[in-house]
C-alpha cells in the first residue's frame, strides 16, 4: 500500500477477498458519514469530525459484536465446567480404535453437550463475525486516501468530494489521516510514533494483564507458557513494522479497537473469569460478599451462619441416629 497510484489491496486474492465484503465495506462508509454528518453541526467538516467517525465506528462495530461475544464467553464456560466428564468418557474409550467405540464415545460425548447445552465450537463464531468485520475496517479506512486522489473507484458514501475532505483532514492540526510515517514531517512521525507506542501498550498490558489474573497456574507451564509468553512480543513487533506503513487513520482505528479489547478483557475478568484463576478466586469472594449482603437486607442469615446450622444439625443427627449409616431396605412385594 506504499505505492501511491495503485491501492495492492484491490489486487490478487486479497482483491477477490474484499470484493466479496463489498456490502460490509458500503455499510461501514454510510455508518461513518452518518457520525460525520451528526458532528457537523457542531464541528468543521474537516478536521477532528472525521477522527471521531472512525472512532465512533469501532464503538458501534464492537457494540454490535459484543452479544455475539457474551455468548462465546457462556459457552466457553460451559465447556470448561463439562471438562471432567468429557476427560471420564474419552478415558472409558481411550486405546479403542473399532467403529463401535468411536461411535459409542461421539454419541455420549453428544448427549453431554445437549444435557448441558454446550457447544464446543461457539468459541469461534465471534472469529468468523470480527474478522471479516475488521477486515473491512481495514479495507475502508486505507482504501479512501485512493479515493480522493482518484486512483480508486469510489466505494459507499466515499465519493471523490467526500474523500478528499476526509483526506484534507488533520489530528491536532498536525499530522494527516491520511499521512503514512515516511510522508509525514517530523511532527507526524512524532505522533504516529506516540500512537504505534501506545497500540503496543495497550496489546502488551492485555496479554500481561490475562496471563497474570485469568489463566490457572496450573496450566502455565511447559509448551503453553512458552506459546503466551511469545505471543506476548511476537505481535507488538508487528506493530512496529505495520503502524510505519498504514495510514494514520488506520492507527486511529487500531488505537481505538485495541483500547476497546483491553476494557473487554477487564469485563471478561470480571464477570466470566477462567476457572482457578485468580480472577475466579476474586469473583468468588465478591459473589460470596454480595450473598451475605443481600441475605442481611432479606433479613435472612449469613452464608457462614448456614453452614454452621447444617453443622450442628448434621452433628444431632448423628447422635441420635449413630454414626453408622443406616442400610437400606428392600420393599416386600406385595403377594
Known amino acids: 500500500m506504499i505505492n501511491q497510484d495503485q491501492f495492492l489491496l484491490d489486487s490478487g486474492f486479497w ?8 456490502p460490509i ?17 457542531f464541528m468543521p467538516r474537516i ?38 466428564k468429557m476427560m471420564r468418557i474419552q478415558n472409558k474409550y481411550k486405546g479403542k480404535t473399532d467403529q463401535a467405540s468411536k461411535e459409542a464415545m461421539s454419541r455420549e ?58 483526506a484534507q483532514s488533520k489530528v491536532f492540526g498536525l499530522v494527516s489521516v491520511t499521512d503514512v510515517f515516511g510522508t509525514a514531517d517530523i511532527t507526524g512521525k512524532v505522533i504516529i510514533g506516540v500512537f504505534v507506542v501506545l497500540m503496543i501498550a495497550c496489546m502488551v498490558f492485555m496479554q500481561w494483564i490475562n ?37 494514520f487513520a488506520v492507527l486511529v482505528y487500531w488505537l481505538t479497537n485495541n483500547v476497546c479489547n483491553l476494557l473487554r478483557t477487564f469485563w471478561q475478568m470480571y464477570a466470566f473469569p477462567t476457572p482457578g484463576s485468580p480472577a475466579a478466586d476474586a469473583k468468588e469472594i465478591r459473589d460470596h460478599k454480595r450473598e451475605n449482603e443481600r441475605r ?28 453408622q449409616r443406616q442400610q437400606p431396605q428392600r420393599k416386600r412385594k406385595k403377594k
Open 25 to 41: 465495506e458500503w455499510l461501514m462508509t454510510q455508518i461513518m458519514n452518518i457520525f460525520h454528518e451528526f458532528l457537523s453541526l
Open 296 to 323: 442481611a437486607k432479606a433479613g435472612q442469615m449469613s452464608l457462614e451462619e448456614e453452614e454452621l446450622q447444617k453443622a450442628k444439625e448434621d452433628a444431632e443427627r448423628k447422635v441420635n441416629e449413630g454414626y
Open 47 to 84: 478536521g477532528v469530525s472525521w477522527v471521531l467517525s472512525i472512532i465512533f465506528l469501532v464503538l458501534v462495530v464492537h457494540a454490535c459484536i459484543f452479544p455475539i461475544y457474551y455468548k462465546q464467553m457462556k459457552s466457553m464456560r460451559k465447556m470448561q465446567a463439562i471438562q471432567p
Open 211 to 247: 496471563m497474570k489474573k485469568n489463566m490457572n497456574p496450573a496450566t502455565m507451564t511447559g509448551q503453553a507458557a512458552t506459546m503466551q509468553k511469545t505471543m506476548l512480543w511476537i505481535f507488538p513487533l508487528m506493530y512496529v513494522f505495520s503502524g510505519a506503513t498504514m495510514p
Open 109 to 166: 460425548m453428544m448427549k453431554l453437550y445437549q444435557d448441558n447445552d454446550a457447544n464446543p465450537a461457539g468459541s469461534c463464531l465471534p472469529l468468523l463475525v470480527q474478522g471479516p468485520v475488521f477486515m473491512c475496517m481495514f479495507y475502508t479506512l486505507s482504501a479512501i486516501p485512493f479515493i480522493a486522489r482518484g486512483k480508486r473507484a469510489a466505494l459507499g458514501a466515499f465519493d471523490v468530494a467526500t474523500a478528499k475532505e476526509f
Open 15 to 22: 482483491g477477490w477477498m474484499y470484493k466479496i465484503l463489498t
